[in-house]
């Protein structure tokens, strides 16, 4: 596993939206920022927010290639660390590894790779960047 990987779901949820929204939220459907609201329902737990302009609620995942995904934050942020990894290195992962180092099965892995086309592994590069998991 790679080194610095966050394993707790809230704090890869704080991370990807840092770096996404850089402390203000902004809504995917209007780009609207000063009509969103964090919605403190026990219902739908942490990481909601609402938009008071388009009436739709939403989280960091909506509009990224994590969206309407099962796996956990961590999962997707162990991920994107672990290929960071392999293309510095010069090396291409396979899918059992992935699966491995996840902990999750082969499919879930399989999907995740497909999610993460090749127009997207050039910015893979470039970490520092712009969000590149954004669709």
């Given at each position: 596993?790679?080194?610095?990987?966050?394993?707790?779901?809230?704090?890869?949820?704080?991370?990807?939206?840092?770096?996404?929204?850089?402390?203000?939220?902004?809504?995917?459907?209007?780009?609207?920022?000063?009509?969103?609201?964090?919605?403190?329902?026990?219902?739908?737990?942490?990481?909601?927010?609402?938009?008071?302009?388009?009436?739709?609620?939403?989280?960091?995942?909506?509009?990224?290639?994590?969206?309407?995904?099962?796996i956990t934050?961590?999962?997707?942020?162990?991920?994107f660390s672990i290929l960071f990894e392999a293309d510095r290195n010069h090396r291409r992962l396979k899918v059992s590894e992935i699966s491995h180092a996840l902990e999750i099965t082969r499919k879930s892995a399989r999907l995740m790779l497909d999610r993460i086309k090749p127009q997207n592994e050039p910015r893979l590069r470039s970490w520092d960047g712009p969000v590149w998991w954004e669709r």
């Amino acid at each position: 596993m790679a080194q610095g990987v966050i394993t707790n779901e809230q704090a890869a949820r704080r991370y990807f939206e840092y770096h996404r929204w850089h402390g203000c939220p902004v809504c995917p459907f209007c780009k609207k920022a000063e009509t969103v609201k964090i919605l403190n329902s026990k219902s739908m737990g942490e990481g909601w927010y609402h938009c008071r302009e388009c009436r739709l609620k939403f989280t960091v995942r909506v509009g990224t290639i994590m969206a309407r995904s099962h796996i956990t934050l961590g999962k997707w942020l162990d991920l994107f660390s672990i290929l960071f990894e392999a293309d510095r290195n010069h090396r291409r992962l396979k899918v059992s590894e992935i699966s491995h180092a996840l902990e999750i099965t082969r499919k879930s892995a399989r999907l995740m790779l497909d999610r993460i086309k090749p127009q997207n592994e050039p910015r893979l590069r470039s970490w520092d960047g712009p969000v590149w998991w954004e669709r």
